[in-house]
């Protein structure tokens, strides 16, 4: 079992960079992958960025690929997520989320435990 506490984000223009940290806590933490999603208002939340257990796998959505970078420090228990090159259509509640399994997984309902949420708004 895990619980995930988001924090990071903000207002940043068009062009900048943020980095998101999602904060876990439980003794297993270290064996679940664990991903990124997000949901603009008006639209169905969408899959960003996963990465596995070890770190050793990474997957990404075509859209964020070359700009955003997911990491994870298992002895912080927390996970990244970098973003560069932000883009007004990245404006959305950002969600980590926990899946114990073994393989990363971009559907969100893979996924077993979700933060609350936090809020990146990218101004042109």
């Known amino acids: 079992q895990v619980q995930l506490v988001e924090s990071g984000g903000g207002l940043v223009q068009a062009g900048g960079s943020l980095r998101l940290s999602c904060a876990a806590s439980g003794r297993t933490f270290s064996r679940y992958a664990m991903g990124w999603f997000r949901q603009a208002p008006g639209k169905e939340r969408e899959f960003v960025a996963a990465?596995?257990?070890?770190?050793?796998?990474?997957a990404y959505a075509d859209s964020v690929k070359g700009r955003f970078t997911i990491s994870r420090d298992n002895a912080k228990k927390t996970v990244y997520l970098q973003m560069n090159s932000l883009k007004p259509e990245d404006t959305a509640v950002y969600y980590c989320?926990?899946?114990?399994?073994?393989?990363?997984?971009?559907?969100?309902?893979?996924?077993?435990?979700w933060g609350q949420g936090t809020q990146v708004t990218v101004s042109s």
């Open positions: 990465i596995s257990w070890d770190g050793g796998n990474t």
């Open positions: 989320a926990a899946d114990n399994s073994i393989l990363v997984f971009t559907t969100q309902e893979a996924y077993d435990y």
